[in-house]
């Protein structure tokens, strides 16, 4: 059986205020996450929690049906107590304060923020890993200071080409510490931002606060929370999360295959895709006018166009796509449907980027799963 389903219905029924059923599968027991609406929960501690498909009809995502992914247990930090050092290749060493942080001047970036695992759970064989659905994937109002100014005022050396984030959680037996090596061409551009707010809120601890990362159009794993030390380096860092997690294949695999370590590349930027937030898949709905709605973004190209088919795929036409207009983050896009009569209808989506990449009907399959960007399709019953 498909868990994710198993734990949508534990989701239905917390919702719903029955008690949990005492199942012996653990992804059954759904618990609700204080500050969260209801969600797929893949791990209750530390949370991994997806968003329904639902809540992500519009352009900004509240931060109550935001996603989690989290490798480790989550830091608890004293905000007034808080040191962000910046070091390594610098000329002067900076010890930060989250005031120090706050006199920079401060910029806000629309973003989205979508784990490289989204979807995962769309690839065939299956790989292991987090069987994400869809909903690894929120858009929001990042603000705080550029990563530039912090560096320009650290002295950075011109012979440093990456920095080194590390956050405050620490490895834990098994699992080792999450650090993230970003290169110098994607830290000097000016949407690259440590975040102290999210949707005009002082970011919540369970998205980084009191600061993350942002790298706008790269995957999830780039957006590093509770950043307490930048390190400018000449080479990335060798640790497990740059090598050899979050990396793809730079030939194709045959499904269910293995890739050379050195053919390996680290992700990037994401791919386009677009989904149905409503209706949902097996939804019910009356005969007359549907609205379809969903998202479409293409990491760090700017979405062309978003196509719907209500006949499977045969024909496609113009969904409207939302006016707010971001480089790095979503598009809404919104269809009037009218269906032709009542019965099973199947409904696709699709997104085209600036840079002419569309998304195709089954994506390579990868080791880890990553970058799904399938064409989605919904099976929706009209009843007369
Ligand atoms: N310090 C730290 N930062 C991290 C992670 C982590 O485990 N530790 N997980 C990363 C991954 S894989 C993703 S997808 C995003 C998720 O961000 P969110 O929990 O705010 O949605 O955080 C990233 N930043
Ligand atoms: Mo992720």
């Known amino acids: 059986m498909n868990p ?19 199942s012996a599968a653990a992804q059954d027991a759904s618990p609700r996450i204080a500050g969260k609406r209801p969600m797929l929960v893949h791990n209750d501690f530390p949370e991994d929690l997806e968003a329904l498909p639902e809540y992500l009809a519009t352009w900004i995502t509240p931060i109550d049906a935001f996603f989690v992914r989290q490798h480790l247990p989550r830091p608890t930090i004293q905000v007034g107590a808080f040191r962000l050092v910046v070091g390594g290749m610098v000329e002067s060493r900076l010890d930060l304060g989250i005031q120090d942080l706050r006199d920079f001047p401060q910029f806000t970036v629309p973003a989205t923020l979508e784990c490289a ?65 970003i ?107 549907v609205s379809l709605k969903g998202i479409a973004w293409g990491g760090e190209e700017r979405i062309a166009k978003v196509e719907i088919s209500t006949d499977g795929g045969a024909r496609w036409s113009s969904a409207a796509v939302g006016r707010e207009d971001y480089r790095f983050a979503w598009r809404t896009w919104n269809y009037n449907w009218k269906p032709v009569g009542a019965g099973y209808h199947t409904l696709c989506v699709r997104a085209t980027d600036l840079a002419g990449h569309t998304q195709p009907i089954e994506p390579a399959w990868n080791p880890s799963g990553y970058l799904w960007n399938g064409i989605e399709r919904i099976g929706v019953m009209v009843e007369s």
């Open 4 to 22: 994710s389903r198993l734990t949508r219905r534990a989701v239905l029924r917390a919702a719903a205020g029955t008690p949990f059923a005492t």
């Open 117 to 181: 695992g989204n979807g995962r759970n769309n690839f065939r064989p299956r790989v292991p890993g987090l069987q994400w659905s869809k909903g690894a994937i929120g858009n929001a109002e990042w603000r705080g200071p550029r990563l530039r100014d912090v560096l320009a005022k650290a002295r950075a050396s011109s012979a440093a080409a990456f920095a080194d984030f590390n956050g405050a959680d620490n490895g834990l037996a098994k699992t080792p510490d999450f650090i993230r090596s």
């Open 183 to 289: 290169p110098m061409r994607k830290l000097l551009h000016d949407s690259t931002i440590l975040a102290l707010s999210m949707n005009g809120q002082p970011l919540p601890e369970l998205h980084g606060g009191p600061v993350r990362l942002i790298v706008p159009g790269w995957d999830g794993a780039s957006w590093v929370k509770w950043v307490n030390s930048i390190e400018l380096t000449a080479q990335p860092n060798a640790g497990f999360y740059m090598n050899p997690a979050y990396r793809y294949p730079r030939f194709s695999v045959a499904p269910g295959g293995t890739a050379k370590p050195e053919e390996m590349d680290v992700i990037e930027g994401m791919v386009v895709k677009s989904f149905f937030a409503t209706p949902s898949d097996g939804a019910k709905v009356r005969l007359g006018l």
